[in-house]
């Protein structure tokens, strides 16, 4: 008996291993995929209350429109913060002068020519690297995007076909499992999304209250490209926070001071992002958040910074189908975060 099983879990963990390989390496079509299906169940809500008062087709190019304005929205907030910085850069170049002069004497002081380094290190094959390694990721990013429209505009159609396909299945157990946890899946990845906004809103104020009593200038901007790039794990907060440390740097002309705005933007990054949306996702979400923050880790290490924004939704589907079977239903408890009193 104990050896059955020794083998039942060699074989489970050996399969484990295998689909996170295939995962891994077929991620430029599962992404997208994963990203479409993960947009479908958070707007089918609205594509199913447009149909019932206007035809389908209509119906699906309100709500296309409906997520590309959502897009747009983001994508705007982030054109007017930074073009705020930009024209402040601009008007004041001098300031630019300023600190560099400032810092190229402090390394002439301790021996170190820029001059010097830059002729001995520099190479045209280092910038031509770059150059192409910039032209692949946008590459990337557009088929990325491209496959995942494609695929949102195709689920959407195909979600009443699906239920009736489902509904018709021979197995009326299953059919009933099947439709429950994919009802709950869409429920849950729209309290993610919520939650996530709203973190995202929380983020955004705190670092605006934060550059305002601070005294860094262009506070409003610092905080909408906060909470505009809270929703790209890691990365975004990584460039929300080294953007306001550069600035303060050339606006104070302290690099102590800088290091203080450094340190005081990864406080608000850490305590938001990797403690209290982690908490507030776990509760509403019935999972860990030791476990919601493995998920983001983990899937951003197979697919990147899409895998890093669907990480959580990809945990809330897998435990949604366990739930529905008594056999891992052990796996939901063991990973809700909650003590459950014995029955």
Known sequence: MTQDRAVRTSLVLCAMVLIFAAAYFARAILAPVAFALFIVAVVWPLQQRLQTRIPKLLALVVTILAILAAIAVLLYLLVWGFGLVAQWVLNNTDRFQTVYALGYAWLAEHGISVSTLMADHYDPRWIVGVVRELGSRTYGLISFAVLAFAFTVLGL???????????????????????????????????????????????????????????????????????????????????????????????????QLAVVVFLSLNVIQFVTGSYIEPRIAGAALSISPFMVLFAVFFWSFLWGIPGAFIGVPIMIAALAVCEQHESTQWIVRLLSGRTREPA
């Open 157 to 255: 159609l195909e979600v009443d076909p699906m239920r009736a396909n489902i509904e018709r299945l021979g197995d009326q157990d299953l059919s009933r499992s099947l439709l429950k946890a994919c009802e709950n899946i869409a429920v849950k990845f729209r309290k993610n999304m919520l939650v996530r906004t709203v973190m995202s809103v929380v983020t955004g104020l705190v670092v605006f209250v934060f550059a305002l009593f601070a005294g860094i200038e262009l506070a409003t901007a610092w905080g909408v490209i906060a909470f505009v790039f809270n929703y790209i794990p890691f990365i975004g907060p990584l460039f929300a926070t080294i953007f306001p440390t550069l600035f303060a740097l050339v606006q104070f002309e302290s690099w």
